[in-house]
């Protein structure tokens, strides 16, 4: 049967499918599209909105896109890279912005903007917006007029009624535009678009399309004891019941410390049995020996999956007619580049070369490829699993590996005079929203390794800002307003410095040593590294859960740095995020006591040089330095 939608054109942004995942949440049915779509596509669309993306309108391969579109009598909403398509095709300009922006800004709506235009109806000015662009509109389009703006974007928020179009700087898609939803709504609601979807359908669709894709085959799971793996078991278990069903949890030595058998204890008190446990660890530590290339060693742990997976459905006597399932999110495939106009942020595990192959042989089933976290966690909900496997942090199936950077001791020319550069840039920025007089006593650093990043939807390879109180090294948090004044200095710096795209803040340092005995040491992932960073993430979660803060957040990581005084010494970051949908994110300000509880208990590990903070948002930073 034909349904009502909206139709999102996808122009290889990192949100594209959040967009469409807004208005499906709000009870609009809404559909993904290229926007190199023959008008055929969008019978039955009520709106058309076209997503941000990662290259400029004026770059020589951008996405194909059908300006056709754009005489259809159908209302139009174009956001950031789609703002620009918009403007353009009525005669706009668009060129490189004067100043970029990332993260946080302040909409300041026309002296009538809620009553003259469609989109802020209830809506009061001025409202926080999520940017993430170095373009701009320079000239608006014919017809268009400004009702927004903000400090560096004169024509944040157009309109042309009589075309019945719209085009927004800022994305509302993403929960750090609070109204995002509202204009959402409001947009539908001007499409004559009525509501058509819900959670009850999603899942009868999910279980309708496990029973056609299994097609009478029975499905081995990749079970990595995660939210997205676990989900998925229940659904197959729901839809092909357990005899045609067997998960496949692999201990890739990755783990975090006892997880493994945490995992299948859960299981088991839920009634999920139909699962056997491998413990594949010395082979996966054989497999990424020597690698420092955050890609390659991505790559070789998903490939290694496929080698394992085949071993084992060999001894299990698991003929070819097995599907392999995996518990993909969108996210995943978005960030590793899986759609035609995305660029690529980080290779997922699942998504390398062998699963590749397998996904063009049919041989591939993936339940929840289009949701976001928090809508799986909604399904497994419906499913009636209990919270302490739905709500669980997320935890990839590459596990601790992808936490610990790895480097092979040698000098890069080229990284120490980027350093350098980044050096100078942080240098050269104004601190002051710490306190007034708060620069002198900062010491400001460039740490000598590269973390990925993800701004403007492309990604990012660079190198982050420490921070260090001269006088009073755990002081930062004790400052009034200390998560605005944090989050202020942190865009600051990410927004200024081109080479920089993380702000750490100094924890904790042993105080036997001094700055210059820490150096890049050459370090890999091996199983001394993984048993120190077990250690060190075990002290963190156990006080997350014991002062009820691990249900507040969306996840912590542990990073191991190969920055120490010796081989045998590490540092570590501190990384714990609040998120709704893994898209973007905010550090989360944990209480002073108990960083203070986490920082003392860490402390004593002889094996601890230093402690950072990871105070960046998503964008710039992803969640994980790899």
Not at 31 to 49: C, H, M, Q, Y
Not at 94 to 117: H, I, M, P, Q, R
Request: negative net charge.
């Amino acid at each position: 049967m034909s349904r009502e939608k909206i139709v999102v054109l996808d122009f290889g942004s990192q949100y594209a499918h959040l967009i469409a995942k807004r208005f499906r949440m709000l009870g609009f049915f809404s559909e993904i599209a290229l926007p190199s779509a023959t008008l055929d596509v969008f019978d039955g669309a009520k709106g058309i909105v076209f997503s941000g993306g990662p290259s400029s309108v004026y770059d020589d391969n951008t996405p194909d896109f059908n300006p056709q579109i754009l005489s259809l009598d159908i209302p139009i909403l174009g956001l950031c890279y789609g703002h620009y398509i918009v403007q353009m095709g009525y005669g706009g300009k668009v060129g490189k912005a004067e100043t970029g922006e990332f993260g946080f800004a302040t909409l300041d709506f026309t002296d009538d903007a809620n009553s003259k235009c469609p989109l802020f109806k209830g809506i009061e000015g001025p409202q926080q917006v999520w940017m993430s662009h170095q373009d701009g509109v320079l000239q608006l389009g014919s017809g268009f007029e400004a009702v927004g703006s903000t400090k560096d974007c004169r024509f944040a928020a157009t309109q042309n009624l009589e075309a019945k179009r719209f085009s927004l700087q800022f994305h509302c898609e993403v929960t750090d535009t609070p109204c995002g939803n509202q204009i959402f709504r409001n947009f539908a609601e001007y499409c004559g678009m009525s509501r058509n979807w819900d959670q009850d359908t999603v899942l009868t669709i999910i279980l309708d399309n496990i029973k056609k894709e299994a097609a009478g085959r029975n499905v081995l799971l990749f079970l990595s004891g995660g939210v997205d793996s676990t989900i998925v078991f229940a659904l197959l278990n729901k839809a092909l019941g357990q005899e045609r069903v067997l998960g496949l949890h692999i201990d890739n030595g990755f783990m975090r410390k006892n997880e493994s058998a945490l995992v299948a204890e859960s299981y088991r008190k839920f009634g999920l049995t139909n699962f056997i446990v491998e413990d594949a660890a010395e082979s996966f530590l054989k497999a990424i020996a020597g690698l420092t290339d955050p890609q390659k060693k991505r790559m070789a742990v998903g490939n290694h999956f496929i080698t394992v997976r085949n071993e084992v459905t060999a001894k299990q006597n698991l003929d070819e007619s097995w599907l392999l399932a995996q518990g993909t999110l969108y996210p995943d495939i978005i960030e590793s580049g899986g759609t035609k106009n995305s660029h690529t942020i980080k290779t997922h595990h699942n998504r390398v070369d062998g699963i590749q192959q397998l996904i063009e042989k049919g041989l591939i089933i993936e339940p929840i490829r289009d949701l976001y976290k928090d809508e799986v966690r909604a399904i497994g909900k419906k499913l009636g699993l209990p919270d302490a496997l739905v709500m669980r942090h997320p935890f990839p199936g590459p596990g601790l590996s992808i936490n610990v950077l790895c480097n092979d001791g040698k000098e890069n020319p080229e990284d120490e005079r980027e350093r350098a550069l980044a050096q100078e840039e942080l240098d050269a920025i104004t601190l002051d929203m710490f306190c007034p007089n708060c620069t002198a006593s900062l010491k400001r650093s460039v740490l000598p390794v590269r973390s990925v990043g993800v701004q403007g939807d492309f990604r990012t390879y660079r190198f982050p800002a420490l921070l260090t109180f001269r006088d009073e090294g755990d002081g930062f948090y004790h400052f009034p307003g200390k998560r605005e004044k944090i989050e202020a200095c942190s865009s600051a710096i990410t927004n200024s410095a081109k080479h920089i795209n993380r702000t750490c803040i100094k924890l904790y340092q042993r105080p036997d040593i001094k700055d210059c005995d820490l150096r890049i040491q050459e370090a890999y992932c091996d199983k001394r590294r993984l048993d120190q960073l077990r250690e060190v993430d075990d002290i963190v979660l156990t006080q997350l859960h014991k002062s009820g803060w691990y249900d507040k957040i969306f996840q912590h990581l542990t990073i191991d740095l190969p920055y120490a005084s010796s081989q045998s010494h590490a540092t570590f970051v501190l990384r714990p995020v609040i998120s709704e949908d893994v898209m973007t994110a905010r550090f989360a300000m944990l209480p002073a006591e108990l960083l203070n509880e986490i920082v003392r208990q860490i402390a004593r590990l002889d094996f601890v040089d230093a402690l950072y903070f990871d105070a960046t948002n998503k964008p710039p930073a992803t969640f994980g330095w790899e």
